[in-house]
């Protein structure tokens, strides 16, 4: 005759049996979802990137709810996204990669597409050899361009884009859209009355120089002081940084060749 056992479910051994089945079933749910979920979150995440283009270039607001949609069809209409040669400042030939979905920070971190940055002041440590300029367009004519920019701010590295005149030489617009510096203090980066502010300042002084810097106090108005931004009040790391990193992205390091080309009028 068989002899069927009973099974403890108060004793210690069935607990942690139990205990490791339901880790094992959990951890593989959230494995398959992260999978599952991953081209989403990348979709969502080159949305949201894109929307701050367009804020920065004018065509959208802060905060506007955009549907995918919707800023697929400002892309097709006025903007074209190209990959540039940082050293040289050459647009390279479109279709070679595709501008729009190249992941900067990944290839700044990966040592083939990226070189050492030279010593700096944004705490910037590496340097991607190609990077993306957007083109803002009207009727087949450039108005502005669109160029990312980044640096170490109080807490970490801050992103955002700046838009440009087609000299370069005007700021038409700014916004940062990835930072921790801290909220009421740094964080009015992102604040839209500040970001404002840099509309119809000069990205550089009379010597060609990256000189655009945010003020210690009030800088008034563009026509009085065209390379003065409104200083964060308490915030003077994140001020200082704003500033450097700015700077950095378009001088000789930067996108400074690129945007040497544009004045030229060879950049495309």
């Known amino acids: 005759m068989s002899e069927t056992r009973a099974v403890n479910i108060n004793s210690t051994g069935y607990t942690i049996r139990f205990a490791l089945v339901v880790c094992l079933v959990c951890a593989a749910l959230v494995s398959v979802s992260a999978v599952l979920l991953q081209p989403r979150q990348k979709a969502n995440a080159l949305l949201y990137m894109e929307k701050n283009v367009l804020v920065a270039a004018s065509l959208a607001e802060p905060g506007e709810a955009l549907s995918i949609a919707e800023v697929e069809d400002i892309f097709a209409r006025q903007i074209e996204a190209r990959l540039v040669d940082l050293t040289t400042g050459e647009v390279l030939p479109a279709g070679a990669r595709d501008a729009r979905r190249f992941d ?8 083939a597409e990226s070189r050492v940055a030279p ?4 705490g ?14 009207t009727g087949g004519t450039v108005n502005q361009v669109v160029i990312p920019v980044e640096g170490l701010g109080m807490w970490g590295t801050i992103y955002g884009f700046m838009a440009l005149s ?7 617009g700014l ?10 203090l740094g964080g009015e980066i992102s604040n839209p009355d500040w970001l404002s502010l840099w509309r119809g300042r000069m990205a550089y002084d009379e010597a060609g120089k990256a000189a655009i810097a ?10 009085d002081d065209p390379l003065r931004v409104d200083g964060l009040s308490g915030a003077t790391v994140t001020s200082n940084a704003v500033t450097e990193l700015v700077q950095f992205w ?5 996108y400074g ?3 040497q080309r544009l004045r030229n009028g060879d950049a495309l």
Do not use: M, S, W
């Open 104 to 111: 900067q920070r990944a290839a700044r971190n990966d040592p």
């Open 119 to 122: 010593p700096n002041d944004a």
């Open 124 to 137: 910037i440590r590496r340097l991607p050899k190609e990077a993306v300029v957007y083109f803002v367009k």
């Open 166 to 172: 087609p000299d370069a030489k005007t700021i038409l």
């Open 175 to 184: 916004t940062f859209y990835d930072h921790r510096e801290t909220p009421g």
């Open 214 to 223: 945010v003020a210690k106090g009030p800088a008034g108005p563009p026509a």
């Open 250 to 254: 378009l001088d000789e390091n930067g």
């Open 257 to 259: 060749p690129f945007l």
